[in-house]
């Protein structure tokens, strides 16, 4: 039986680089049961929700997701759809990896790392108030819990273990933030020492930002907190070629959700022009969450084949290729 995805195409770009890639996996040789679901700022006129209850029902039964990027309302209200989807389903690792592309022009070749961030926690907790009316100082929460902290960190080191992967490198702020970073390096170093056979490194993360900038090829498996995360995730993207390259997956106990990690790119919507590499790495994490090894495999090799070749380079990668030209690129490569 085919495995049943939540699909959502979401805003701008987001229905041009979706398609494309459910036409990718699909010609990967996997059948997968897609459920078309709406989300973001083009769900509100239909739904008058960005988060329609329909599209939560259908995670919630599919317990997989792949998504374009959505665009939040503006106005009172409205808070992140991508924060409330990661909270709603309990999303609280959330993996992004970097691996060099032959063909896209960087400062480094051979970067292959992966950062695994904290989803749910830390100073994204969402508590955060005005100290008085006059809004003369502000106070944000950071929140960090034992469980939260060992669960995550067990998760890279599982990460790292299922995938031949031979170090993880913690990174923390505990010299300053004793308590919270504190909290997460004590845990840490405590699910390390379950994991002998792989090794593990604690770093800062000012010197981790440098030591990445310096020599990323020192890296392998790194795991931190959601505002580290993030900013670190972003940096080590840049190594590679940029957002527009980037996968991601949110990963639960009970679901999943693959996404580019790009936004709705409004400046080409609706062009034809969007790179839709980063979603269809998005399905090559998913074929790979779904135990789909051969085609996920497959795909990446497609992908990466069409980029290097150059023959349908999309502008953001200095070429004039549309999306459709470089889908078939890659298409031409799985047949
Ligand atoms: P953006 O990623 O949409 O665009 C930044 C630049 O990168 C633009 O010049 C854009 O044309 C280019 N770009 C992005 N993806 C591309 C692709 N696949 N191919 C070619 N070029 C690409 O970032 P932004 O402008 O800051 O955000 C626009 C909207 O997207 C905002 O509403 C923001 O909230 C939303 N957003 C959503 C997500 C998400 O859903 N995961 C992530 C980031 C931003």
Same mark, same amino acid.
């Given at each position: 039986?085919?495995?049943?995805?939540?699909?959502?195409?979401?805003?701008?770009?987001?229905?041009?680089?979706?398609?494309?890639?459910?036409?990718?996996?699909?010609?990967?040789?996997? !059948?997968?049961?897609?459920?078309? =679901?709406?989300?973001?700022?083009?769900?509100?006129?239909?739904?008058?929700?960005?988060?329609?209850?329909? @599209?939560?029902?259908?995670?919630?039964? $599919?317990?997989? %997701? *792949?998504?374009?990027?959505?665009?939040?309302?503006?106005?009172?209200?409205?808070?992140?759809?991508?924060?409330?989807?990661?909270?709603?389903?309990?999303?609280?690792?959330?993996?992004?990896?970097?691996?060099?592309?032959?063909?896209?022009?960087?400062?480094?070749?051979?970067?292959?790392?992966?950062?695994?961030?904290?989803?749910?926690?830390?100073?994204?907790?969402?508590?955060?108030?005005?100290?008085?009316?006059?809004?003369?100082?502000?106070?944000?929460?950071?929140?960090? @819990?034992?469980?939260?902290?060992?669960?995550?960190?067990?998760?890279?080191?599982?990460?790292?273990?299922?995938?031949?992967?031979?170090?993880?490198?913690?990174?923390?702020?505990?010299?300053?933030?004793?308590?919270?970073?504190?909290?997460? *390096?004590?845990?840490?170093?405590?699910?390390?020492? !379950?994991?002998?056979?792989?090794?593990?490194?604690?770093?800062?993360?000012?010197?981790?930002?440098?030591?990445?900038?310096?020599?990323?090829?020192?890296?392998?498996?790194?795991?931190?907190?959601?505002?580290?995360?993030?900013?670190?995730?972003?940096? @080590?993207?840049?190594?590679?070629?940029?957002?527009?390259? $980037?996968?991601? %997956?949110?990963?639960?106990?009970? =679901?999943?959700?693959?996404?580019?990690?790009?936004? @709705?790119?409004?400046?080409?919507?609706?062009?034809?022009?969007?790179?839709?590499?980063?979603?269809?790495?998005?399905?090559?994490? *998913?074929?790979?969450?779904?135990?789909?090894?051969? =085609?996920?495999?497959?795909?990446?090799?497609?992908?990466?084949?069409?980029?290097?070749?150059?023959?349908?380079?999309?502008?953001?990668?200095?070429?004039?290729?549309?999306?459709?030209?470089?889908?078939?690129?890659?298409?031409?490569?799985?047949?």
């Amino acid at each position: 039986m085919a495995t049943a995805v939540t699909l959502i195409p979401g805003d701008g770009i987001g229905p041009e680089v979706v398609n494309a890639a459910v036409e990718v996996i699909e010609a990967a040789g996997v !059948r997968l049961d897609w459920h078309r =679901a709406a989300a973001g700022a083009g769900a509100v006129p239909t739904h008058g929700t960005p988060i329609p209850a329909a @599209t939560l029902a259908s995670i919630r039964e $599919t317990k997989l %997701a *792949l998504k374009g990027p959505l665009a939040t309302p503006i106005g009172e209200g409205y808070r992140s759809v991508n924060v409330a989807l990661r909270k709603e389903f309990d999303l609280y690792a959330n993996v992004r990896p970097a691996r060099s592309f032959a063909g896209v022009e960087t400062r480094y070749t051979g970067v292959d790392l992966i950062v695994i961030r904290e989803n749910t926690q830390g100073l994204y907790s969402g508590v955060e108030h005005f100290v008085d009316e006059e809004h003369s100082a502000a106070e944000s929460i950071s929140i960090i @819990t034992r469980k939260g902290s060992e669960r995550i960190v067990e998760y890279a080191f599982q990460y790292a273990k299922s995938r031949g992967r031979r170090k993880v490198t913690l990174v923390h702020k505990a010299n300053i933030l004793k308590c919270t970073s504190g909290l997460f *390096l004590e845990t840490g170093r405590k699910v390390a020492a !379950r994991h002998a056979g792989i090794e593990f490194k604690e770093l800062i993360v000012d010197n981790c930002a440098m030591q990445l900038v310096k020599n990323p090829n020192q890296f392998d498996v790194i795991v931190t907190t959601n505002l580290f995360g993030d900013i670190l995730s972003d940096l @080590t993207s840049g190594l590679i070629g940029g957002l527009g390259l $980037t996968s991601g %997956a949110n990963i639960g106990v009970d =679901a999943a959700l693959f996404e580019a990690v790009h936004g @709705t790119a409004p400046d080409i919507a609706g062009k034809g022009v969007a790179n839709p590499s980063a979603v269809m790495l998005a399905g090559v994490m *998913l074929l790979e969450h779904i135990g789909e090894r051969t =085609a996920a495999d497959k795909l990446d090799t497609a992908i990466r084949e069409a980029i290097a070749s150059k023959e349908a380079t999309t502008p953001d990668l200095g070429g004039s290729a549309t999306s459709r030209m470089f889908t078939n690129a890659v298409l031409k490569r799985l047949r």
